[in-house]
């Protein structure tokens, strides 16, 4: 079989998958408009969790990062609720070292330097572990581009105080700091909306997995302590299935919410999507058929993370389709068996109901999110997307056929820039 028929079988293959996902997408949309809670008027307020029930963690993994950390520790040390401790497990090998210095006097910080960065940030995040206060009970994260509001700590325990079945819970990362930097940003602060208060929102209405996304969660001391962090480039994945494998469940909420900044090059974007790419597929060949022979979960969540798993790979068929249009309608001549076949136009017929279903998902996410003239944004997302693929089809590549990363790490650089007024009127508050 000649090269040109297999990119046209894995077309066709890729064509079956975005429809599959278009079906998928729909039902996620339907959810998330029909299923919206409603607050009683009579309802009670939540009371408030006790300082001395509560401890809290706070877990800063930092890297190099001088034009932030500042800011991050300024709003962890503003946090309302009275019980809790941060500690910065720091990596760093410029400024930002010396600008933790200052932080060391501060009662409700704790500063580690590392002089290596092994294990990364599970790493790092593991030695935070081994110099956690006594008392604490719960665990909270925070990547070094976060603003998380004063009173985030309360609402996050609200959620285990109510129900004690609650092991972890995972935040709405809210990309906006910087989301007029560029084009870039707009893109971004685009996709990560549709996927927290869409995708994830359904998710967690239908019952079906949610992942731990590495920052803005909060978990119970004792079962983190039971688990730890992976010393790998994507410990959160590795984290949520181990989790679910063992019945775990994330608990997910898009109100509990933290601000954070978009990587603003196109170059740190690539580097950061190769990196996910390769670390998920990954985890996915060591993790998967533990997960799917797991007893602890239903048909709907083993199937879940299978159309996860297909997702993650999923670069390397939308390529071929790609080539497969390009030899079909601008080269016919050249390529006459991939225009004569009729799995070509069939590929693009099953392609089609993928664009209005991406653009309703979006637009939700941005009403729901209160700034719907960001929609408008929807074409950088869809730019981005594909710049990126041929680097994360890649990257699939190294996580199948490598068993570590062995490369230097590359962290996302961030500006400190912030653009969204409504947020700058806020901290100024």
Not at 219 to 236: H, Q, Y
Request: aromatic share 12%.
């Amino acid at each position: 079989m000649s090269i040109i028929y297999i990119i046209v079988i894995l077309a066709f293959i890729e064509s079956l998958i975005l429809i599959m996902a278009s079906i998928r997408g729909l039902i996620f949309i339907l959810t998330v408009i029909f299923k919206r809670e409603k607050k009683s008027e009579d309802s009670k307020p939540n009371p408030e969790p006790d300082p001395e029930k509560y401890f809290v963690s706070v877990l800063l993994p930092i890297y190099n990062e001088v034009n932030v950390v500042d800011r991050l520790l300024r709003a962890c040390t503003s946090f309302t609720f009275p019980s809790y401790e941060v500690i910065v497990v720091d990596d760093s090998t410029d400024e930002t070292v010396e600008i933790l210095k200052k932080w060391r006097k501060h009662p409700k910080v704790k500063v580690i330097h590392r002089n290596h960065r092994k294990g990364w940030k599970g790493g790092a995040l593991n030695t935070a572990l081994e110099n956690l206060n006594p008392k604490s009970t719960h665990i909270m994260v925070f990547d070094a581009d976060f603003i998380p509001p004063p009173n985030l700590l309360e609402k996050f325990l609200e959620k285990f105080e109510n129900n004690n079945e609650i092991m972890i819970v995972q935040g709405y990362q809210r990309h906006t700091l910087n989301k007029d930097e560029n084009w870039v940003t707009k893109g971004i602060r685009v996709l990560h909306s549709m996927i927290y208060l869409v995708e994830f929102d359904a998710k967690s209405k239908l019952g079906l997995p949610v992942p731990v996304t590495g920052s803005v969660f909060m978990i119970r001391t004792e079962l983190l302590k039971k688990f730890r962090f992976s010393e790998d480039i994507t410990e959160d994945w590795n984290l949520t299935m181990r989790l679910y494998a063992q019945g775990y469940k994330v608990h997910y909420d898009p109100e509990l919410v933290a601000f954070a900044e978009c990587p603003s090059g196109l170059l740190e974007y690539f580097c950061q999507q190769m990196r996910w790419a390769e670390g998920h597929t990954r985890n996915y060949k060591r993790h998967l058929w533990r997960v799917l022979t797991s007893k602890k979960l239903s048909l709907k969540e083993k199937l879940e993370f299978m159309i996860l798993a297909i997702s993650c790979i999923n670069a390397v068929p939308m390529i071929m389709l790609l080539v497969a249009w390009i030899l079909a309608f601008l080269f016919p001549s050249l390529f006459p068996e991939v225009y004569s076949s009729p799995l070509i136009p069939l590929s693009m017929y099953l392609s089609l109901p993928s664009i209005p279903v991406v653009v309703i998902a979006n637009t939700l996410a941005m009403i729901i999110d209160g700034t719907t003239r960001d929609a408008l944004w929807l074409p950088y997302t869809i730019l981005l997307y594909y710049i990126t693929l041929p680097g994360v089809a890649f990257a699939v590549f190294k996580g199948l056929l490598t068993k570590e990363y062995r490369e230097f790490f590359r962290r996302t650089y961030k500006t400190g820039k912030i653009t969204d007024k409504s947020v700058l009127s806020w901290i100024r508050e």
